[in-house]
């Protein structure tokens, strides 16, 4: 239908499984208690296109998570974490 969709939390796990890929549990347990970092948004993205800026700061809690090669494949990533998580795409 190219619409923009977004899905936060569990719908962002959601789309993934609709999409075809899942979602992992964080055994690390790294970012599920007041977790704030920089994620690097990718160039060419619409979320780029957006906030027009590298990287942005957001506060996060996660005990699911995508790594970068379980989305790849799926959906065209817009941002990363510094530990290879997908924060958006």
């Known amino acids: 239908m ?31 208690i007041n977790y704030r970092h920089k994620v690097s948004i990718i160039k060419g993205t619409k979320l780029y296109d957006l906030i027009k800026k590298d990287e942005y700061n957001v506060n996060n809690i996660h005990s699911m998570i995508a790594p970068k090669e379980k989305v790849e494949d799926y959906a065209k990533i817009s941002s990363i974490s510094h530990d290879g998580l997908v924060e958006s795409f």
């Open 2 to 32: 190219n619409k923009p969709l977004i899905g936060i939390c569990e719908g962002f796990n959601n789309i993934l499984r609709a999409i075809g890929t899942d979602v992992v549990e964080d055994k690390t347990k790294s970012h599920d």
